[in-house]
């Protein structure tokens, strides 16, 4: 019957080479400031330059590449204006999210969700695995997004979020210099869950921001979203 046979994966190939350039970036394969050859990648992927050219330019205008005249695409170094700029925006999507999410019916069903990526990041600090830890602290995030049923905010935090995955190992030394700092990550997490919990609006957007902040003060210590701080024109 008809209905036994599967879709064809139809994925282009410009569309493969991107998704790997962006998970490159996203867990530093690729670290900021790279400069990406056509030659070397093509070869790599073993495809034409064509595609390859397609797949970079759309990292182009996802603002993961930047492009110099006369020497090529780079990746983005992320600035401390970026980093003020990724958490200010990451901060009114994921409040957005959290509205919706704690005025519904399903509030336990996500704390449970969120639990179990706090969980992995416990698990993944006692393995001193800090690759697992950022993701699992990025789970976590996107988790809650994915809950308030959005398509719209989940498409603006893709980009946001690896964007973030490339602070998260910048982010990982600050919370390595002090022994109770990881520690300190995951209760924040566990703290923003029991508000979600408790059905507590009020409190669970203040945890937001003060987690985003606290990303903020650790990265780029001159800036603030509190005070209102912003990027330079």
């Not at 993961?64 to 990746?75: K, M, Q, T």
């Not at 935090?157 to 973030?164: F, R």
Request: with cysteine.
């Amino acid at each position: 019957m008809l209905a036994d046979i599967e879709p064809v994966n139809r994925e282009s190939t410009a569309s493969i080479i991107a998704r790997q350039l962006r998970d490159a970036i996203m867990t530093g394969t690729l670290p900021p400031g790279t400069q990406l050859g056509e030659a070397e990648l093509a070869s790599r992927f073993e495809v034409s330059r064509g595609p390859l050219r397609e797949a970079m330019q759309r990292l182009v205008s996802e603002g993961l590449l930047r492009s110099e005249p006369h020497r090529g695409l780079f990746v983005i170094d992320l600035e401390p204006d970026d980093v003020h700029d990724i958490y200010w925006a990451r901060s009114a999507v994921e409040r957005a999210a959290a509205q919706r999410v704690v005025r519904g019916p399903d509030r336990d069903r996500v704390a449970d969700v969120l639990s179990d990526a706090v969980a992995a990041m416990a698990e993944a600090d006692e393995q001193d695995d800090p690759t697992a830890l950022s993701e699992a602290d990025l789970a976590f995030h996107e988790a809650l997004i994915g809950a308030a049923g959005s398509r719209r905010l989940a498409r603006m935090a893709s980009t946001l979020l690896i964007e973030t995955r490339m602070c998260l190992s910048a982010l990982q030394s600050t919370y390595r210099r002090n022994s109770q700092g990881v520690d300190e990550r995951i209760a924040e997490h566990n703290r923003i869950i029991e508000a979600l919990r408790d059905g507590d609006e009020e409190l669970l957007l203040a945890l937001l921001e003060a987690h985003m902040e606290d990303a903020v003060q650790r990265l780029a210590p001159e800036k603030s979203l509190v005070t209102g701080a912003t990027p330079e024109p």
